[in-house]
């Protein structure tokens, strides 16, 4: 558990910074919880879960991709404020975690995003506002990307002023597939119950 009591870990805006990165480094990690932090002016994501591993080198196997990425991670009540990229970064094949209770604002890209084989993960009573405004000299973004991820929740979340809009569900096909550095998505973003939300002032 990392319980910040409050607490604000500030960034200042550093290059490539990462406010909390939860890695299981090729191995099967469940059941941590982050809760009660302010996390402030990261240049990259204030969040990210993930495997450790690129795209391009995970496994042809389905079942060592899920048993290799971090399981049941528990995110609440924090605040995340003022980062150059995603908010929060859910990574590839991570599965039944948690966002609850706190506020993504002022993401330079997307307030929350759900990468390809993720699943069965739920987002729930967040607020999600000015996300998407593209700091980077990127393409405005949604609120929340749901890109080849299923069988999710987003329930009872506000939405407000998110650059392009509120939440958007796609199947990317793996972009720059001839580099190397990207694998074709297999999982369509099927089966996500989105119940329940208030949008305000979105352009979709």
């Known amino acids: 558990k990392l319980n910040c009591n409050g607490a604000t870990i500030d960034g200042e805006n550093s290059a490539g910074s990462i406010g909390v990165l939860l890695t299981s480094k090729k191995t099967e990690l469940k059941n941590v919880r982050i809760e009660n932090c302010k996390i402030i002016n990261f240049k990259g994501n204030g969040i990210r879960i993930t495997s450790g591993l690129p795209i391009n080198k995970l496994s042809d196997s389905k079942s060592n991709n899920y048993n290799n990425a971090p399981s049941e991670i528990t995110i609440s009540n924090v605040q995340i404020i003022n980062t150059g990229k995603v908010g929060v970064y859910i990574d590839s094949y991570v599965t039944k975690s948690l966002l609850t209770d706190s ?26 506002i000015n996300n998407g405004g593209a700091r980077t000299g990127l393409a405005s ?28 569900l796609y199947k990317n096909c793996g972009e720059k597939i001839h580099s190397g550095k990207s694998k074709i998505r297999w999982q369509h973003s099927d089966n996500n119950n989105i119940v329940n939300n208030v949008f305000v002032n979105e352009p979709v």
């Open 103 to 128: 506020l993504i604002k002022n993401s330079g890209m997307s307030g929350v995003y759900l990468e390809q084989a993720t699943r069965n993960n739920v987002i729930k009573n967040n607020k999600i």
């Open 141 to 168: 973004r949604e609120g929340i990307s749901v890109d080849s991820s299923a069988y999710n929740e987003i329930t009872d979340n506000y939405f407000k002023d998110n650059a392009a809009g509120g939440i958007f």
